[in-house]
C-alpha cells in the first residue's frame, strides 16, 4: 500500500435526491452555468430540478438520473477545479448504479456532455421498460444472507443491488414483491422502495437495447485513473469495455459489495461522497473500517473533502489494480457449462458462449465482452447460483 494510501471519489445513485439538494450549491460561481449548459442535453431544467422542483417530480427517472450524474460531475468539477485534474489529485473513483456514468465522466472515459446524453437515454428508457408493467424494488435489511437470497430467488425475484452485509435489494413484478413481503425472511425487515420499476433485471433489457443503440455516437477513452465496476467489483481498463458493462448493468444486479471488496484490495484510504451525498458514506463506514470519509452534502464540505485530497490523493492507483476479471451470474439459477466453453488456459474471444444461466424458462448467456483466456471456472455444470455470484475468472487480452 501506498504511504499516502488511495483516495477514492464516489457518485451516488438513485434515491438518494433530495428537494432542494442544490440549492447551496448553485450559489457557488459558474456552478449554475454548468447546469444551464447540460440542461438541453438531459431534457430536463437541472436548476429547477435540483433547487424547487417537488420530491414526486425528481423521483421520476426520466428526471432523477439526469439530475444525478450532473450534480456529481458538476461537483466534482468544483471539487477539484476541473475534472480533468481528477486523475492528478485521486487514485481512483466509482459509482452505485447511474453514479457509474458520473464516476465514467471524472475517470475521463467519456466527456460531461456525452454522459449527459447517455443518461437522458438511459432515464427514459428506464422509465418506458418500468411502465410496460407493474414492478418495483424492496429493500431487505438483515437476515442471514443466504437465506435472504435463497427467500428472494423462490419468489422468482431478483438480488438486484447487493450493497453491502444486511444490505440487498429484491427486485421483480408487483406480484412478485407482494408474495415475498408474505412470506419474508427469518431476522430481515422489508421495506418497499419508492422506485418506479424494477431497475437492474430482466424486466430492463428494452433500455438495455436503447442505451447500446445510443452508445454508437459516443466516443470513449481509456480511464485516466482506477474505475470500478458495479458488475463485480472489478478495475475496468478500457473504454470500449466500460460502455459495454455499462449497457449490462441496466439489467444486471449493481453488486456494491464487490466494488467495497475492491476498494479494500486497491489500499483505498480515504472516500470523498459527491452530492447528493450520504448513502454511499453510510455503507462505507460499516463495511470500510479505518477509511476516512466526507460526504460532500453542500459547499460547506469542500474544505474537509479538500484536506483528505490533500492527505491521501496522488496515489499511484493502477499499481494495485488486479489484472483478472470475473464474470458474474446475470441472474439466480442453475448454471449449465456450454461445451465449447473450454477449461483453464482457453482462449476465448469477445462474445464467446461459456454456458447459461436457467431459471424457470428462461436462459441468460453468460459471455465476455472482451477477447480473454480462461484462468479458472469457479463453479461447476448444474451449480445453483445467485445473481452476481463469480462464476469465471478471467485474463483480458493484452494485460499478461
Known sequence: MHARGMLLIAA?????????????????????DRLAAWSDLAGCDLIRCGTTAGADEITDTAIAQPLLVAAAIAAADELLGGIGHASRLAGAAAGHSVGELGAGAIAGVISPPDAMRLVRVRGQAMGRAAAAEATGMTAV????????????EKQGLTAANINAAGQIVAAGTSDELAAFAADPPAGARIRPLPVAGAFHTRHMAPAADALRAASSAITVSDPQLTLLSNADGSVVRTG?????????????????????????????SALIELPPAGTLTGLAR?????VQLTALKTPDDLRAARALIAEHGQADADSHAPEWRLL???????????????GPGAAVSSGAELGHVEMRGSSHLVTPPFPATIIEWLVEDGDPVSAGQPLVRLQPEGSE
Open 286 to 290: 460499516r463495511a470500510l473500517p479505518g
Open 141 to 152: 435489511l438483515g437476515g442471514e444472507e443466504s437465506a435472504v437470497l435463497a427467500a428472494i
Open 12 to 32: 451516488p445513485g438513485q434515491g438518494a435526491q433530495a428537494p432542494g439538494f442544490l440549492s447551496a450549491w448553485l450559489e457557488l460561481p459558474g456552478f449554475a
Open 328 to 342: 458474474v451470474a446475470p441472474l439466480a439459477g442453475t448454471f449449465r457449462a456450454c461445451s465449447r466453453g473450454g
Open 240 to 268: 470500449t469495455d466500460w460502455m459495454e458493462r455499462i449497457i449490462n448493468q441496466v439489467g444486471a444486479p449493481v453488486r456494491w459489495d464487490l466494488c467495497m471488496k475492491s476498494m479494500t484490495g486497491l489500499g483505498v
